[in-house]
Nanobody, 126 residues
Framework: QVQLVESGGGSVQAGGSLRLSCVAS????????TGWFRQVPGREREGVAV???????RYADSVKGRFTISRDLHKNSLYLQMNSLKPEDTAMYYC????????????????????WGQGTQVTVSS
């Protein structure tokens, strides 16, 4: 049974840090493109940071230099270290693995067909 479980969200003041975790089961996170995505109510989901199956990474311009994606293949887990948080980072954050036509890529766009976690809320106050 495929399952992704995120944790680590919370409320912080601007400039603070959070570390998100995602534990996957039922498959290997390095099989396909896997990453972090976020969504604000009323807006489309967007890519934050992704890995391809070989370990290459890609970040959204808005988080470069502040966020770091990492993974532990032994634990089949994905992480997102978020530093220097800004109010505009407020969103529901999801980890996901792509099963669709972009599964071999390093694209940032959210998977149309993928495994998704339930999300963890990040709220940054000014």
């Amino acid at each position: 049974q495929v399952q992704l479980v995120e944790s680590g969200g919370g409320s912080v003041q601007a400039g603070g840090s959070l570390r998100l975790s995602c534990v996957a089961s039922g498959y290997n996170i390095n099989d396909y493109r896997t990453g972090w995505f976020r969504q604000v109510p009323g807006r489309e989901r967007e890519g934050v940071a992704v890995y391809d199956r070989y370990g290459a990474t890609r970040y959204a311009d808005s988080v470069k230099g502040r966020f770091t994606i990492s993974r532990d293949l032994h634990k089949n887990s994905l992480y997102l270290q978020m530093n220097s948080l800004k109010p505009e980072d407020t969103a529901m954050y999801y980890c996901a693995t792509d099963r669709g036509h972009l599964r071999w890529s390093l694209a940032l766009q959210p998977p149309e067909d993928g495994y998704w976690g339930q999300g963890t809320q990040v709220t940054v106050s000014s």
